[in-house]
């Protein structure tokens, strides 16, 4: 039966609507003002300025970097007072800020190259290992006194060619996954440094363990395609940062970072992956290159929700 022009334009205008993607703004958006928020450490200022520049762009949840409330460091926040921390208890407790993870580095981490941080990253480094342990149950704490869902963090290069280091590293990504559980908090490392393939495999290995997706970098490490790793990481997807990149002309180079929606990421395909695995959780804008941090982190949010 031949459709008339009246029911096939009926049709397509149907088809269209159906195909929107997520993260543009329309009725029925899959990236919202309800589970889109920011990551501290992105903004590198003290967090009573972060909450205001949040306010700005309408924003209420946040990643948080519990480095400012630990050692400190130049990467993920300097030191604040103790007051400091009051302010940020008051915020959640009155809903000005939700709270979708917390956040903890490692101070020997060296990001200078590819080759620096393979040596330095996470729970790797022997020698600084009982400090960081340290570091593991005081977040593991100030997560649990802040009602955090997630703890996150990088644990660092997974190598399973050498099985004595494979051996060390299971064993102390149980040890943050047994910390965390006692506290009564989840735990997701970020992607980036192995294959998906690679980190799946290792992950069905530790029950409770679960992912950062972070789409940006597994083009920083020359990784794979982030589109496609949805996928294979979809039963340990518990939180996702926004974050875009090129891959590097130079191989064995840092990729670059851009603002989202510039890079290779493919923000729309990513988007409708991850509503196609049934990801319902949390997203977190994360800028951590250009020289407009801030301006960057509003823009994404205006891609994000059409505003």
């Known amino acids: 039966m031949m459709m008339s ?30 589970n889109l928020g920011v990551c501290s450490w992105s903004y590198r200022k003290p967090l009573d300025e972060v909450a205001a520049e949040m306010k700005k762009i309408g924003l209420k949840r946040i990643h948080l970097a ?35 993870a917390t ?26 290992w009982e400090a960081n342990k340290k570091i593991i149950v005081a977040g593991a704490k100030l997560s649990a006194e802040l009602k955090a869902p997630y703890l996150t963090m990088h644990a660092g290069f997974l190598d399973e060619s050498d099985p004595a280091a494979l051996k060390k590293y299971t064993e102390r990504v149980k040890f943050i996954v047994d910390t965390c559980k006692s ?23 530790v029950p409770g363990a679960g992912v950062n997706f972070d789409p940006a970098n597994m083009i920083l490490y020359a990784k794979g395609n982030p589109v ?53 959780g949390n997203f977190a804008i994360e800028r951590e290159g250009g020289d407009d941090r801030t301006g960057d982190i509003a823009l994404a949010a205006r891609r994000l929700l059409g505003a």
């Open 66 to 100: 519990l480095q400012p409330f630990l050692e400190g460091g130049s990467r993920h926040g300097a030191a604040e007072s103790a007051e400091a921390l009051e302010r940020v208890k008051a915020r959640l407790a009155s809903g000005e800020w939700v709270l979708s």
């Open 5 to 34: 022009r009246r029911d096939f334009m009926k049709t397509a205008a149907a088809s269209a609507a159906a195909a929107v993607l997520p993260g543009c703004g329309s009725d029925g958006a899959y990236v919202t003002s309800d």
């Open 183 to 205: 506290a009564g908090v989840g735990v997701a490392f970020e992607t980036g440094q192995e294959t998906a393939t690679d980190l799946a495999k290792f992950l069905s290995s």
């Open 228 to 280: 496609d790793a949805v996928r294979t990481l979809a039963p340990w997807i518990r939180h996702i940062h926004l974050k875009d990149a090129t891959l590097t002309k130079k191989p064995g180079t840092w990729g670059t970072e851009v603002p989202w929606g510039d890079g290779e990421v493919n923000a729309q395909r990513f988007l409708a992956e991850l509503k196609a695995v049934g990801y319902k």
């Open 103 to 128: 956040m903890i580095g490692f101070p020997q981490e060296d990001y200078s190259t590819l080759e620096t941080i393979r040596k330095t990253g996470g729970i790797l480094p022997d020698d600084v």
